[in-house]
Structures are given as C-alpha cells and as structure tokens.
C-alpha cells in the first residue's frame, strides 16, 4: 500500500513537470497578444537633446527634439522581448527533452538558423558602423535600432513557441479581432474629426503633469488618418497586414457574436485604409481581400467548410459591403478621399518632361548644379546656364559676379536686395548675398537654396548652421533617374539608396546610420520631386532596402530566404493540402496577412508601430504552416 502511494506520488510529481513547459507557453501566448493589442497605442512624451551627429540632420529652435509616438514603442518592444526571451529560456530548463521545445523541433531550424545569420550580421554591421551612438535605439524620429530589430526576432521566435495549440490560437485570434476593431474604430473617428490622440484622457496618458498642456495642444497637421502610428503610410500598412486575419479569424469564429464583431473589425480596417491615404495599403488590402475570396471558394469546392453557411457569410459580406461603400460614398469629403488614394495622391497623369515644361513657366528648373573652385554653375532644363563667381574685393568681404556660359559677364539689375537678369532664360533666377556671406538663390519656389561662400567656396547649407562640403548629385540606377517623381517621389530615394548599396553586400552602415551615409542635398532630385530643397531623407521608404543598408545585403537574403520558405509551406497547407482542423481560417488569414505586408514593404519602411504586430503575427503563421499534419 505504502509502495503504490508512494509510486503515485512520484507519478503525480512528474505529471505537475510536464505541466510546466505547457503553462509556460500559455503565459507566453497571453503575454504576445497583450502586447499586440496594446503597442500601436502606445505614446507617452520623450525629449531628446540634439548632439553634434543630430542637429547636422535635424534642426530645433530649442535644442531637442520631442517625440510622442515612437520612441516608447520601441521600448515596450524591447521589454517584451526580453520578457518572452526568458519564458523560453525558462521552458528549455524545464524540458527534459528538446523535442517537448516547439522552438527547437526540426520543421523550425530554418527560422533558428536565418534568424541568427541576420541577427549576426546586424550585431556586426553596429559593431562597423562610424556612428555608434545611433545604432542601438536608431536615429531620431524612427527610433529603430539593433535592440529593437533584436526583438522583432525574439517576438517571431517566441510567436513560434508558444502559438503551437488550439486554446493559444484561439487566443490571437481574439487579440487580432480586438486589436482591428479598436484600430479601425479610432480611424474613422478621426477622420470626421475626434482623433484618438486629441481626447482628455490620451493626453493625460501621454504626458505627466509638466507637459500636459503639450499633450493638450496636440493636432494633426494632415487630413490623413494615422491614430498614434505616427505616419498615415504605416497605418495603411497597418491596415493591409490586419485585414486579411481579421476577416479569416472572424470567418473562424463558431459563436454568432464574435463573428459578426470580426467582421465589423474587418470592414472598419479596410476603411482605414482608404482614409490613411496610403496607395500601398489600399491595394494591399485589395489584394489581400482577393486571395481570401479565391481560396474560400477552392474550400468549397473541397468541401472544406460548410457550403450553405459559407454561400450565406458571402451574401452578408457582399451585402455589407455594397451598402456601406454607397453609404460611404455619399459622403463627398470621403469619396475624394477614395479618388485621392487610387490616384496615388494626385489627378495629374504627366511625363517627366511636360511635368517639367510646366514647372519652368514659373521656376529656374534646375538640370545641374556644381561647385568647382570659386564658381557656382547652375543649367536649367531649357538650357540656360549661369556662372556665379565669389572673389575677396580686398578688404576681406566676398562679392560675387555673374558669367554666362562663354565667361560673358551677364546684365543685372537689383530690385528688393536681389540680384536679378537681364536675359530671357534666367527670368525666374535671382540671387542675394548678406553679410555674413550666405548666398541666398531664388528659384521661384517657396524654400531659397542657401550657400556659404566663405573663402570663396560654394557649400550649400542643409539646415541651421551647418553646410555640407558638396552638392550631391543623383548617381543612382538610370532606371530611377528618369522616374524620381514614381510611387510619390520614392523613386528618387530608391535610386539614391541603390547608389551606395554595393559598398552593404556583406555588412551595411549599422542601425540608425542610414541618414548619415544618404546623398543628402541633391539639389536638382529635391526640387524636381519635393519643390524644395529642405529635405533630409532619413529612411528608404522600402522595407527591404532597409534591411540591405543597416546589415548588409547578406542579412537581406537571409530574410528573403525565410520568407520564401514560408512562402512554399504555406501555399502547400493553405492552398494544395490545407486541412481541415480547428486553426483552418486563422491559418488562410495569417498566411494572406504576411504576403500583404511583404507587398506593402515594398514601398513603407519598418517602424516600431506596425513591424512588432508584423512578426508575431509571422511567427504565428510560421509555426501552423510548418505543421505536420495529414489532409
């Protein structure tokens, strides 16, 4: 009797073991899908003061510079990611056995292993970087540095681990559900004018007590909706990688009332697409809607889910959506708004050169700038060219002289403290020199290109007090050279970013650096592109080419190849052999969801507001692809 209490006792000790590893990854999956709810919503009031590398690329009256929406993501990303770090480093002590680690089962090698090369040659590629200060928490207003991108890559592991059971599954798709339905709401209620970010209680969340009245004056400066994401694009991208799992997990949902929630969640992301402006978001989620339309009829046609109920979700959806797309359209400040987005943010269908032909009736139109010596050459596109030469006129002031072309000395005339010309090709061209030997050009457009030409040399002035030693020029593809204005003027950062990709193959500049190795002030690409030659690109716009310039091109195709494996496995348990089992929608929806923000990437960068969503959801999606499972 003592012997089968006591062989009872071990056999119960040893039950409440194994239970450990599963409470683990069940406070794991709780923890992810808080996390996930709550940081697009997260803001709160971070200064940070300028030093000598910043205020070269940011300019402040007051010597820092405030942010509201980023900087703390970054940092609840950071702790999370520490936080679910530990919980598997806690169920890896308590297994006994690796194969009880869903993390460290063969079908998940090939995300421990791409993983790591990235992380690698991330760690690398800031050890490299000429600016260290920048690379772990990333350059000013995009606070995306290695810690950060470090747990992005600990978010997907641990998505992974723990989304491995139904109950947790379950779990995120109730999180993905809340999470939409929050988003979408404060989206349209923006947009007709009660922003999230300006309501008495934000503003308390945001700030303490000696800020409150900052957090109270806080308003939009754009008609485009972006909540707290910071930018419409990445609430656009926000909106593309949600809509797909939200409308599938809502398809999913056996009871009536989450299911009609999921598809309100759904419908109001999709708005929110529309009213965040974002080409690539809108399309995105098109697109996304498109492929879930293609594979549920393949399911019905499989028999994979109830014909008579799906026929019925179908005509509601369709339904749905007539009435609230004419319902919304009767509204004329949101059915331009849809003719804005498709548009891609304008009516206008020019070529470069009648864009350019039109832009000369009224500005000097630069085609080239350069500084060579004591001159300034500047050539419009009509082919006008005028030579500005700084010379000492003895007393130890610079005075400046105008040449054409041949070394003419051009006819002038000063009106308002500006030089003007006489000939008919520099109409639109005046110059002013002050005092303390800043040039000022007016070129016709609203901002002045500014030069010192102290010691008789042209160095154009960025910002402030600080000049660059040289005009850049776009030295770019040739591809992009002709198409600077494509995608709304990604074509130009494109370009320029490819300039200097080649020197990244195997380790990039290091987070945060990529402001500090761009060809800033290209005169001629700004003006054609932005009108303006106060600019400083600090990011590539383009997911992908982030990833080349922070760690290298390397690190890139380690992620390609991760994806492209995800790729394959998904289209095989989604597409070819999908089964039918509990996690049959969320798994459709997550597979569709990363393809639209692989499409959407293409043209929006990665922040802390939407990529952290991003790769849970991926690691979700990675772990119930890579299922073993029999149709």
């Not at 760690?123 to 690379?135: D, F, M, R, T, Y």
């Not at 800043?438 to 010192?452: S, T």
Request: charged share 20%; aromatic share 12%; hydrophobic share 45%.
């Amino acid at each position: 009797m003592e012997t089968e209490t006591k062989a009872g006792a071990a056999e119960k000790k040893i039950r409440k073991r194994a239970d450990v590893p599963k409470i683990i990854r069940g406070a794991g999956a709780a923890v992810l899908c808080i996390f996930m709810i709550c940081l697009p919503f997260i803001s709160r009031y971070h200064e940070e003061p300028l030093t000598e590398l910043t205020a070269k690329y940011f300019s402040s009256s007051s010597g820092y510079i405030t942010d509201w929406f980023l900087y703390y993501k970054e940092i609840a990303c950071i702790v999370c990611g520490l936080t679910v770090s530990a919980l598997i480093l806690a169920e890896v002590l308590t297994g006994k056995s690796r194969g009880r680690i869903p993390l460290l089962e063969k079908s998940n090698r090939p995300a421990l292993i791409l993983c790591g090369i990235y992380w690698v040659l991330l760690i690398i590629s800031g050890l490299a970087a000429k600016h260290k200060e920048a690379v772990l928490l990333g350059m000013l207003k995009q606070y995306e540095g290695l810690l950060g991108v470090t747990a992005y890559l600990m978010l997907f592991l641990a998505a992974v681990n723990f989304f491995t059971k139904q109950n947790s599954r379950d779990l995120l798709t109730y999180a993905v559900l809340i999470l939409s339905l929050f988003a979408g709401f404060w989206g349209v209620m923006e947009f007709f004018g009660y922003p999230l970010q300006e309501t008495e209680l934000m503003a308390r969340l945001m700030s303490d007590s000696e800020h409150l009245a900052a957090a109270r004056s806080l308003h939009s400066t754009s008609s485009n909706v972006h909540i707290t994401f910071f930018n419409s694009n990445y609430f656009g991208g926000f909106c593309a990688l949600m809509f797909p799992v939200t409308a599938a997990g809502a398809l999913g949902c056996k009871e009536i009332g989450p299911k009609l929630m999921g598809l309100f969640a759904a419908a109001l992301i999709a708005c929110g697409a529309v009213l965040s402006n974002s080409s690539g978001g809108l399309y995105s989620v098109i697109g996304g809607g498109a492929m879930l339309a293609v594979v549920y009829i393949i399911y019905i046609a499989r028999g994979l889910v109830n014909r008579k109920k799906a026929a019925a979700a179908f005509g509601v959806i369709a339904a749905a959506a007539v009435i609230g797309l004419g319902a919304a359209l009767s509204d004329g400040a949101v059915r331009d708004r849809v003719r804005t987005v498709l548009e891609n943010g304008g009516s206008e269908k020019l070529t470069r050169e009648e864009r350019l032909e039109k832009l000369s009736r009224d500005h000097f139109v630069l085609a080239d700038v350069r500084a060579e010596k004591n001159e300034l050459i500047m050539t419009d596109h009509a082919g006008s060219t005028v030579r500005v030469r700084a010379e000492d006129d003895g007393t130890g002031l610079t005075e400046v002289s105008y040449f054409d072309v041949s070394g003419r000395e051009l006819e002038t005339y000063e009106k308002d403290g500006y030089t003007f010309f006489k000939e008919p090709g520099l109409k639109n061209l005046s110059f002013k020199l002050s005092v303390s030997d800043r040039l000022y050009c007016e070129l016709g457009y609203k901002a002045k290109l500014i030069f010192d030409v102290s010691g008789g040399r042209f160095r154009p002035f960025v910002h402030g007090s600080y000049t660059m030693e040289k005009i850049n020029s776009y030295s770019g593809p040739e591809f992009f050279r002709t198409r600077l204005n494509m995608a709304t003027g990604r074509g130009f950062i494109w370009g320029s970013t490819l300039s200097f990709i080649d020197k990244c193959l195997f380790i990039g500049v290091g987070s945060g650096n990529f402001v500090t190795v761009f060809p800033q002030y290209d005169l001629v690409s700004l003006l054609e592109v932005y009108k303006t030659p106060a600019m400083v690109v600090n990011k590539p716009h383009s997911w992908y080419l982030g990833i080349a310039a922070d760690s290298g091109v390397l690190s890139l195709c380690a992620v390609l190849i991760l994806l492209g494996i995800f790729l394959v496995r998904g289209f095989r348990s989604c597409v070819l052999c999908p089964v039918k089992d509990g996690s049959l929608h969320l798994r459709l929806g997550l597979y569709v969801s990363v393809i639209a923000f692989m499409a959407v990437g293409i043209s929006n960068d990665s922040y802390p507001c939407v990529s952290p969503v991003f790769w849970v959801l991926f690691g979700a999606a990675w772990s119930a692809v890579s299922e073993k499972k029999k149709v």
